[in-house]
């Protein structure tokens, strides 16, 4: 968490809190609303109350603007002023944090409080400009926004966005920006349905650190209260980058969308992915069901498999398939030219400024692309269809997902589709079960075959690192575990400063939604971690539980050769991202 304020202030600080009547106030120039979804970011870090110090410390004048922040969604509050189970309106004004309207014992999941937090916003708090800001975690197109602790995780939809600001009358008013302080909402569906309601949105393509953003951007509206929603969102961007700075651990990327220029990029995306369609589905001949041309979906799922994604995790927990559209539009140039050109330009035209610490150019926007989430494919696609995003994407999707599960691929693919298109070095460890039964140990990004490679042990016990992001400066790693009975990757980095591994910490599994940062892992925590093992007569997997571990201090990976009667092996990926293993 943010390093400018200690756990002891975090702990004890008291807020100034005035009774304020509801009465209206003159207009301003801005009225910034912050949904603040208190959920575990607030229960077991006190991040909401370190951004909240950072807002009461911007130094932003009251007369500029009207900040309005609901509080709610967590257990507990690290203050002494905000309830547990009480969502509450609050004015920040000239350092102070005025307590304005108690909604109760609201669900921040339900799209009736944030219509309302809009309108009373709105109707007692008039600007000329009009600023949504939405913190908590995020989980794209398909597993919208946030989670209430109070109410089951109750999250919203985009579709339940989409109620809120209809309702709250901002298609009549529209905001001049709309933002996400949370992971991977820099999607092309909630911009589609945000260009109704806003004209800027700010978010990040990928995974946010759990200190999100910086609140010192407040005080921008004081040397200049009418900055628009474009200018303002760049000083955003800015604060929030040198914030972590060059050479951070995290993973970074916040982007500005003209939300008036993003159908075109949607309709492009469709028009891209119809020539894609007709390629996996040319006409029918007699009434039978009509295979792709040879290699067609070998072509586009290897270039799938190469796009950029974002919020990826360990096998047991991969379901986000969220992907840059820059990004998959130009592994898709070869293919299709002139309609892979026309996405590109669009994104240009839309994404107005982005900055970002990928290994590779991210282009400012996502979108759903099924994939490794094959498994959760039909709730997912179901999803994605009821939000009616272009109809030759949609279509797309379906039948790509068609192709990636058709149950006969075994005996139609070819043989180019059965080659693998990724290669691993795996550390097989005989177990007591049987003859028959190994147990992966160990899992290297190489396929050289050395007996003298080191593996990586976390107390004691060997672990699998399975890839998950990759930054200018770090690479990124999952281990499956068990965290006090609740299904986790624990988060491992290598950079520069930690050519050895250094553990981030853990996140949690919460459906589609990703965790915003990451939880320590601490002594008293009960954890087990999962391996693969594989029954070579049957040619089954099943997942194993290991014993609970003992937590060391300081945790750390070390590494060891392969003990006596160990093997080595492969794991191999092919384009169905399926995975078969050679010994």
């Avoid at 108690?102 to 409080?113: I, K, Y």
């Avoid at 820099?186 to 260009?195: G, L």
Wanted: glycine fraction near 8%; charge should be negative; proline fraction near 5%.
């Amino acid at each position: 968490m943010k390093q400018s304020k200690s756990i002891h202030f975090l702990l004890t600080i008291v807020f100034v809190i005035i009774a304020a009547a509801a009465a209206p106030s003159p207009q301003k120039p801005y009225t910034i609303m912050i949904y603040m979804n208190g959920s575990d970011l607030e229960s077991e870090f006190g991040a909401a109350t370190t951004d909240l110090v950072e807002m009461l410390d911007s130094g932003l004048h009251s007369r500029n603007a009207n900040v309005l922040i609901l509080t709610g969604g967590a257990k507990r509050w690290m203050n002494d002023a905000i309830p547990e189970y009480e969502v509450l309106l609050w004015q920040l004004a000239d350092g102070q944090l005025n307590e304005i309207k108690s909604m109760g014992n609201a669900n921040m999941g339900n799209p009736e409080t944030l219509k309302d937090f809009i309108t009373f916003s709105m109707d007692n708090y008039p600007a000329e400009k009009y600023g949504l800001i939405m913190w908590d975690h995020g989980g794209g197109a398909i597993a919208g926004f946030g989670h209430d602790e109070n109410f089951d995780d109750d999250y919203l939809s985009l579709l339940e966005m989409q109620k809120a600001f209809e309702e709250s009358g901002l298609r009549h008013n529209k905001l001049e920006f709309l933002g996400f302080d949370a992971c991977l909402m820099a999607t092309v569906e909630m911009a589609i349905v945000a260009s109704d309601y806003a004209h800027v949105m700010i978010a990040a393509e990928d995974l946010e650190p759990g200190d999100g953003w910086d609140y010192v951007f407040l005080n921008a509206l004081n040397q200049n209260p009418q900055i628009d929603g474009f200018a303002l969102g760049e000083i955003i961007v800015d604060t929030f980058m040198d914030f972590y700075g060059p050479d951070s651990d995290e993973i970074l990327s916040l982007s500005v969308v003209d939300l008036s220029k993003v159908k075109p990029v949607m309709d492009a995306m469709g028009k891209l992915m119809a020539k894609a369609n007709y390629d996996l589905q040319p006409p029918r001949n007699n009434s039978r069901r009509a295979a792709p041309a040879p290699g067609v979906f070998s072509d586009l799922a290897t270039r799938r498999a190469e796009t950029k994604t974002f919020g990826e995790g360990s096998p047991r927990d991969n379901y986000s398939d969220m992907v840059d559209i820059g990004d998959m539009a130009l592994l898709l140039k070869d293919m299709y030219p002139r309609e892979s050109g026309a996405v590109m330009r669009a994104l240009k035209n839309c994404v107005t400024y982005n900055r970002h610490n990928s290994d590779i150019d991210i282009w400012g926007l996502s979108t759903f692309y099924i994939y490794g989430g094959k498994s959760q494919g039909e709730p997912s696609l179901q999803v994605y269809s009821g939000l009616e995003m272009d109809e030759h994407f949609t279509g797309y999707l379906h039948k790509f997902f068609d192709e990636l599960t058709r149950t006969n691929r075994t005996r139609s693919a070819t043989r180019h589709e059965r080659e693998p298109i990724h290669t691993e070095l795996v550390l097989w460890q005989p177990t007591p079960i049987d003859q028959n039964t190994l147990r992966m140990a160990g899992l290297l990004q190489t396929n050289a075959k050395d007996e003298n490679l080191l593996w990586p042990q976390l107390c004691g016990h060997f672990v699998c690192l399975y890839p998950t992001a990759q930054t200018q400066a770090a690479r990124q790693y999952a281990i499956p575990a068990n965290v006090n009975g609740n299904e986790a990757s624990i988060i491992v980095t290598f950079s520069e400063q930690h050519p050895q591994g250094k553990i981030l910490g853990i996140r949690y599994q919460a459906g589609g939604v990703i965790q915003k940062g990451y939880d320590p892992l601490n002594p008293s925590d009960k954890v087990s971690l999962y391996s693969l093992e594989r029954n070579t007569a049957t040619n089954t997997e099943t997942w194993h539980k290991s014993p609970e571990l003992a937590i060391t201090t300081p945790l750390e990976l070390t590494w060891t050769p392969a003990p006596d009667g160990y093997e080595l092996g492969y794991r191999y990926r092919d384009v169905y991202c399926e995975v078969w293993y050679c010994r």
